[in-house]
């Protein structure tokens, strides 16, 4: 990720945080959501409103890739006026203008991934927030092709080799689920 960011590829973090990656001698991030704790979700549905709203989706992926019922719900529940940035502003602490530029950012990128931590999936709110980040990746079509997706990291990488090999009882190595 260092190396891509030091050729040029923009940056958008969302942690409470002032993390090492917001700005180093070779690397800034492009915009740092600084949200509150706990906002994650709603910070995920504003700038998936910007994308819907703005008419900045995949139609395209949409259709060829999604349940077009389900993705109609989500679409109309995203675009109510309580999932705008701005009035999202006072629940995130995260300034309109900077959820929406980084929207306009991630959904016209040409490659555009996601990458979340620990933080978000250990929230109380983490299914939720992977759904939401999920969502936002489906509807702007970075997924399914190389150097886009939406990347869990692991706290250790023992964890993630293991799962990928793997070792749960219904998947083979890959994530093949295990047909009975």
């Known amino acids: 990720m260092k190396k891509r960011l030091r050729q040029g590829a923009k940056l958008i973090i969302a942690d409470p945080r002032e993390i090492d990656l917001v700005k180093t001698p070779h690397v800034q991030a492009d915009y740092h959501l600084k949200l509150r704790l706990g906002t994650n979700v709603a910070l995920i549905n504003a700038l998936a409103h910007v994308v819907v709203t703005e008419k900045l989706m995949d139609e395209a992926f949409v259709n060829a890739r999604c349940d077009i019922a389900s993705f109609a719900k989500w679409e109309t529940f995203i675009a109510q006026e309580h999932n705008s940035p701005e009035a ?64 869990p990291l692991r706290g250790q990488n023992n964890v993630q080799g293991s799962c990928d090999m793997g070792s749960f009882p219904h998947e083979f190595p890959g994530y093949r689920h295990v047909c009975l």
């Open 88 to 151: 999202t502003e006072s629940i995130t602490g995260v300034a309109a203008t900077d959820i929406r530029a980084a929207a306009r950012l991630y959904a016209t990128a040409n490659n555009a991934a996601i990458y979340y931590g620990l933080g978000v999936t250990e929230h109380s709110q983490g299914s939720t927030m992977v759904i939401g980040i999920a969502n936002l990746a489906m509807a702007t079509g970075n997924l399914g092709r190389v150097g886009v997706g939406v990347n």
